[in-house]
């Protein structure tokens, strides 16, 4: 499984514009649901206003994602403490969590 870069962001590097990223620890363990969600948004909208594109960082699927779009921002942001955090080091074990899980037609 590879890393996933959202489109918005993929062209806003490849042309050199400003890219924020935001480690999604805040939105699922920082505060409750949907309050977090909202807070993502203001975020969001406070960089585009500023110039710069927001690159939400998380691991979905087993998979870095660097910027989600809504609907990932959504389940992110509602499974909250149930999300588990995940460092570098973590990786082989979050993926091999999810595969062995999805092999089995369960979902993370």
Known sequence: MGMVVAPVVRDALSHGDA??????????H??????????????EQIVKEN???????????GAPHIGLNHEELKLL??????AQKTAHRDFPYVQLGFL?????????
Request: charged share 15%; net charge neutral; no cysteine.
């Open 19 to 28: 890219v924020v990223a935001l480690e999604s620890t805040i939105i699922s």
């Open 30 to 43: 920082g505060m409750p649901y949907p309050q977090n969600l909202e807070t993502a948004k203001q975020v």
């Open 51 to 61: 110039g710069a594109i927001l690159a939400t960082i998380a691991v979905l699927e």
């Open 77 to 82: 942001a509602s499974l909250g403490n149930k």
């Open 100 to 108: 062995r899980a999805r092999d089995h037609g369960n979902s993370p």
